[in-house]
Each structure stands twice: as C-alpha cells, then as structure tokens.
C-alpha cells in the first residue's frame, strides 16, 4: 500500500520561506508524476505544482510561478515544495499526490492515485 506522508508547515510571517516535504513508501514513485495542491477553507483543492517522473519538467500554478519550487529526490523517495515569499492568501492545507497512470507533470487532481494526509500552512499578515 502506498503511503504519503507531509511535513514541514506550520505557522510562518508574510514573506517567510517554509519547506515542505512529503515522503513516499510502500510502491516506488520513480516513473510517476508528482504533485501539490492545496486548499484553503471553504474553498475547493487547488493544483499548486507538479514536476514530471524524472525531474526535467515541471509547472506551476500562476499565483506561486516564481515564489514556490518543487523538486523530488528519487533515492529518497521524497517531493519537496519550497515555498518563499509567502503570502496570507498562501494559507491552507498543503497535500502531495503521486500518480501511477501519468509520467509527466499532471493539473487535475483526479489523475492521481494516491494523497497524502495534508499539511497546515498559516501565513500571517
């Protein structure tokens, strides 16, 4: 069984940096796409980054093009989601996904297979 497993959010100030992380176990993720999303309260899950199978490609969401990086480290097992220059409408409950049906980078949530818990991510003003 597959299993995702966040950290790394928590409570940071406007313009802060926060790393996120999320761990793979139980299938190996190293010829699937990758992705976070995120969702803020009363609002829908949005797609916030995905980063292909090998790590050559990835992309971004408009509001987060510039300020958020995702990475994956294959050895590890790991995606990463380095977030700078945050901002309040930043806040919200960050989930990894992996998907075993696509290689490539991947928008919509309902081409992945496999979530994560979630993660809190709070940025004051």
């Known amino acids: 069984q597959v299993q995702l497993v966040e950290s790394g959010g928590g409570l940071v100030q406007a313009g802060g940096s926060l790393r996120l992380s999320c761990a793979a176990s139980g299938r190996t993720f190293s010829s699937s796409a990758m992705g976070w999303f995120r969702q803020a309260p009363g609002k829908e899950r949005e797609f916030v980054a995905s980063?292909?199978?090998?790590?050559?490609?990835?992309v971004y969401e408009d509001s987060v093009k510039g300020r958020f990086t995702i990475s994956r480290d294959k050895a590890k097992m790991t995606v990463y989601l380095e977030m700078n220059s945050l901002k309040p409408e930043d806040t919200a409950v960050y989930y990894c996904?992996?998907?075993?049906?696509?290689?490539?980078?991947?928008?919509?949530?309902?081409?992945?297979?496999?979530w994560g818990q979630g993660t809190q991510v709070t940025v004051s003003s």
């Open positions: 980063i292909d199978w090998n790590g050559g490609w990835t």
């Open positions: 996904a992996v998907s075993y049906r696509y290689f490539s980078t991947a928008r919509i949530s309902t081409m992945y297979d496999y």
